[in-house]
């Protein structure tokens, strides 16, 4: 038997559908905070250094004591980082979800003065226009449901960041087509079983990510970025289903 245990999520039971926000938001509501606290989790293949390209991305353009937003926050994996590698930065975490917010206490413990949290579904949010220098996101913004929707995010991000602002983003993509996504699934797979996950329990893992999860594809998001108004945008990872990337404002 296996010593690697499942993720410690409630998770979707298999459904032919996609859940709405509102069960996904009860999901995350009822988990226990400390599974998504994690440092570096197994199941997520190169995940620390994916998360270290996001900081890179704002540290190569925003200006001294940058105030930034982390979308999708959860317990504050990814602001940790950020404020870890980018001194004097200030991070509001952004969730849906009071119960992971809950944990960014503990996580967060050394930076008590250098973030806030704000409880709001972020595709619902509604910030003032250039208050932040930078925006960032792990594994959230699949949540979106279809390229309008989107859209409509990366349009309120790039009104919400400064002229010279940056936002950058890890997480899990689509392929461009059905059977190279089924290769990236694959991929991911062969990793789950590298790490010594058993396969009920990988059965389980795509069971959540496929009720739960609408991701769309890197050059869809490309797309809808430039269509938002961002006049750079990028890759600078991707491995099986998994990427990140990111856009400037100028």
């Not at 989107?150 to 890890?170: D, E, H, M, N, T």
């Amino acid at each position: 038997m296996s010593n690697v245990k499942l993720p410690k999520y409630v998770g979707p039971k298999p459904t032919d559908r996609v859940l709405t926000r509102e069960e996904v938001k009860a999901r995350f509501d009822a988990e226990t905070a400390e599974a998504y606290s994690q440092k570096d989790p197994v199941y997520l293949p190169e995940y620390a250094f994916a998360l270290g390209l996001v900081v890179e991305a704002l540290r190569a353009a925003l200006p001294p004591s940058p105030r930034i937003f982390d979308l999708g926050a959860g317990t504050g994996n990814l602001s940790r980082r950020v404020l870890a590698g980018i001194p004097g930065s200030h991070v509001t975490l952004v969730d849906f979800s009071d119960n992971m917010l809950g944990g960014s206490k503990t996580v967060l413990a050394d930076f008590t003065d250098r973030y806030d949290i704000v409880c709001e579904d972020f595709f619902q949010a509604d910030f003032p226009a250039g208050s932040v220098d930078g925006v960032v996101s792990s594994f959230a913004i699949h949540h979106a449901r279809g390229e309008e929707e989107y859209l409509s995010l990366y349009q309120k991000i790039r009104s919400w960041l400064a002229p010279q602002g940056v936002f950058a983003c890890c997480d899990v993509i689509e392929g461009g087509n059905a059977g190279w996504t089924h290769v990236n699934e694959e991929g991911w797979k062969d990793h789950l079983r590298s790490v010594s996950f058993e396969e009920e329990q990988i059965d389980h893992i795509f069971a959540n990510y496929h009720s739960e999860d609408t991701p769309i594809s890197l050059p869809q998001h490309l797309t809808l970025l430039k269509q938002a108004g961002f006049a750079s945008v990028d890759v600078l990872w991707k491995k099986y289903n998994f990427g990140v990337y990111c856009a400037s404002s100028s």
